[in-house]
């Protein structure tokens, strides 16, 4: 039986086995690939998304958990807060590889949504468990801070 | 990835010419000297002119809508090349930045290899910028002066008055101005420059080289738009999961699939050399079937080792001489003569790459050939592998690159692994796109390791506290060894990549002996960032500081005295330990040390801060990087590579590796193999060398110093010595 979604402001119908991880409906299905695959196992966050307004990991959250919840992926990422982490994150030339940064955002935003100016400590826990390999940990730091500064 | 040619010569620093010279001698011939290829729509001249679009070699595309699209001959994996190749060709062309577009250049080795590579195109061992410097820049400048010479007979001006700034030429005289874009076509039909008539900038020129920040040319990473393999959709296009044997050699018995085939979306399993795969519709539907297949495998023949066994087994080893690597002077009859003879070991277990994308690869196999979809470093080997599994010529395999969500060198794999998987499992659907996708657990338990290693090392010291004699023993796995590479960095039974940073180590010792032995395990290995520096840096460099602090002196001083003859390395050293406040103490509960390494033509040396918290747990605080890999092209991007060399080199040195219980890797996900998390980042100061000798890369000289440094300021801080990764506090 399909099921209703809501991503991105907009309305989707899904047809598939409800234990699904919401990260393959909408990688697979949905063809929103912003949210990336690193782990499966809610160890990377590069699946996060924010599930009405909350940052969680795409790959944990089941199909069935989803209906009703607003859902917000990379690709819809356009609130005032979001527009900026992604303005500040191009001019402080964050992303290396790339593959991560999805993720990251997302955590970013939702940080920033809640408290509009971190310390290093909220970040860090924030982000702890959104992993980037390339080591871009400083600039998505700074990024933060200095998107926080030019929302205040 | 790959270790610079340049490595397996010791000693003194090797020229770029010597570099060409041991190309030619290992028989891989050269392009000497730089080229530059014309463009498959340049070879149909028509085409070119009938869209308007000007394109005078294989680098550039200038067309009517004023967008100058470089054609970038690298993989981009993060480490900037898009921006370094197109900033090359823009500072030439004088463009607008912003009017500059990279594009990923299809797999053609004729007009697209790496020219230190010589007929192979592929990306690695720091590269990108030292083979194309040149070769791009006369691109751009090929298309200036297609541009003047149109901009001068539209205008019936002479060449000489014509001037580019940003993007518009200009007439001064006349006050007549154009777009490249509208030159554009008839810049197209001017007489194509011949490479020695293309003449190129002074550096004293410059305006985008040296440039502190220009915006990154691989875009579409803040919105999610931009596309990697595992994000590739194609019409009909099937999702396959793989299950490698549970030890490296195991085999097949049997396999009952019924149960998974039964599943909804399952389309089919298929059995391939190197396991099992679940194709169906997309990627859960294939994941969840796995589970219910029903394998038996027969591990009668397969690796059944423990790390610990292995340990044992290298400890035993190093007992024994291995192939001489470097042999100067008499070790022997020093060590006899010195007044303290120093003995110290190391030990460095199997890292995986790890990267954020885990591996992948989409294929279809037809009539005509195969196309593949990749973040794909390695063109030319993996074209002749896949024509090889398939029956094909290698220029029937056509590759359609991607962005990589990082490599470290996985995706250069001289035996094409996981890419092959994904031809012979498309193989049996023709016509059908097939993405393989790799999840966490066989990243990490897929093998291809960075190998474990064991180095004994022995130094002899004078009375004054100066080295005499210093023995290096290592003992692991050969990374090329029985691969296609093996004659390109293996020679006399040597690895370059076993060696390299130990063989050459650069202090001035009398007497050096360097000796490996190559181990044969069924567990495959390969280059990760930085390749055999992983572990040479850091067992030399932490041992000449234990060599210092026995000899009471200073670790930076002892360093610089030695370091005679080597002014660059002695420079980042200098630059580091100045910068770092390296003269006066640290800070309270902080304790500093040092390490340094030439790799891949550059230098780099890094003074870490460490503590240690509360909970006795180690604390890197602050690193100060310096960097010398001669002209910066873009100084932003070597600050980032630096930062997140030291963040990669971090995870080795604090938490990650790879163990074996009975022939199985105990870790499968990021749970075990643990590496850096935002939380445990140092702050990092990147010091640039001004420099213009030839620009060289920074993609892994980075990485190096980071493990050793961390080592050393723990000792300095805590007196305990150090002989393993990741680092262990008693
Ligand atoms: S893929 Fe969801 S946290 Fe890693
Ligand atoms: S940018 Fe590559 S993993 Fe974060």
Partial sequence: MPMTLHINGETHQVDADPRTPLLWILRDKLQLTGTKYGCGESFCGACTVHLDGKPVTACRIKLKSAVGKQITTIEGLNSRVGEQVKRSWLELNVAQCGYCQSGQIMAATALLERNPSPADEDINEALEENICRCGTYLRIRQAIKHAAQKLA | ??????????????????????????????????????????????????????????????????????????????????????????????????????????????????????????????????????????????????????????????????????????????????????????????????????????????????????????????????????????????????????????????????????????????????????????????????KKLNIEWDESQAFNKSSKELQADYMELAKKPGLVARQDGDTGAALEKASQVLESHYSFPFLAHAAMEPMNCVAKV?????????????????????????????????????????SFGRRANPMSDYVIEAVLIAKTRPGTPVKLVWTREEDTQGGYYRPMYYHKLRAGLDMDGNPVAWEQRIVGQSILKNTPFEGFLVKDGIDATSVEGASTLPYSI????????????????????????????????????????????????????????????????????????????????????????????SFAAQVAEVSITEDKEIKVERVVCAIDCGLAINPDIIKAQMEGSIAFGLGPALMSAITFKQGKVVENNFDGYEVLTMDKMPEVEVHIVPSSAPPTGVGEPGVPPIAPAVANALSALTGQRFHQLPLKLS
């Fill in chain 2, 1 to 290: 990835m790959f270790a610079r040619i340049d490595q397996s010569k010791r000693g003194q620093d090797m020229t770029r010419r010597d570099v060409l010279k041991l190309i030619s001698a290992t028989g891989m011939g050269l392009t000497l000297g730089v080229y530059l290829p014309v463009s498959s729509a340049a070879a149909m001249d028509s085409a070119m002119k009938a869209n308007g679009s000007l394109e005078p070699n294989a680098f550039v595309r200038i067309t009517p809508d004023n967008r100058v699209t470089v054609i970038i001959k690298h993989l981009e994996m993060g480490q900037g090349t898009f921006t370094g190749l197109a900033t090359l060709v823009a500072e030439e062309l004088d463009a607008d930045w912003s009017q500059i577009v990279a594009e990923p250049a299809p797999a053609d080795v004729k007009r697209y290899n790496n020219l230190l590579w010589g007929p192979m195109q592929g990306t690695g061992g720091s590269t990108a910028i030292a083979n194309a410097y040149e070769q791009m820049r006369k691109a751009g400048a090929a298309a200036k002066m297609m541009l003047v010479a149109a901009a001068a007979k539209q205008w019936a001006v002479d060449t000489g008055q014509i001037a580019i700034h940003q993007g518009v030429v200009h007439h001064k005289a006349s006050d007549k101005q154009a777009t490249f874009g509208q030159l554009a076509a008839l810049a197209a039909a001017m007489p194509m420059p011949q490479p020695e008539e293309i003449t190129l900038k002074d550096p004293k020129d410059f305006k985008l080289i040296g440039k502190q920040s220009l915006p990154r040319k691989d875009v579409g990473k803040e919105d999610g738009s931009a596309i990697f393999t595992q994000d590739i959709q194609l019409p009909g296009m099937l999702t396959a999961v793989i299950t490698h044997p549970p030890r490296f050699g195991a085999k097949l018995k049997t396999v009952d699939a019924s149960q998974t085939l039964a599943e909804q979306g399952v389309v089919d399993v298929v059995t391939i050399p190197d396991g099992i795969a679940v194709v169906a519709e997309d990627f859960w539907s294939a994941q969840s079937a796995r």
């Fill in chain 2, 366 to 406: 037809t009539q005509e050939g195969c196309e593949i979809w990749n973040g794909e470093q390695l063109q030319t080997p993996d074209q002749t592998n896949i024509a090889q599994a398939l029956g094909i010529k290698p220029e029937q395999v056509k590759i359609n690159m991607l962005y990589a969500g990082g």
């Fill in chain 2, 510 to 601: 009398p007497n050096i002996h360097v000796d490996v032995h190559n181990v044969e395990l069924p567990v495959p290995v390969l280059w990760l960032r930085s390749v055999g520096h992983t572990h040479t840096a850091f067992s030399t460099e932490v041992f000449i500081d234990e060599l210092a602090r026995t000899a009471k002196q200073d670790p930076v001083a002892y360093r610089m005295r030695l370091l005679k003859g080597h002014p660059r390395l002695q420079g980042v050293l200098k630059l580091a330990a100045e910068k770092a406040g390296w003269g006066s103490p640290p800070p309270k509960g902080r304790g500093r040390g040092v390490a340094l390494q030439e790799s891949f033509s």
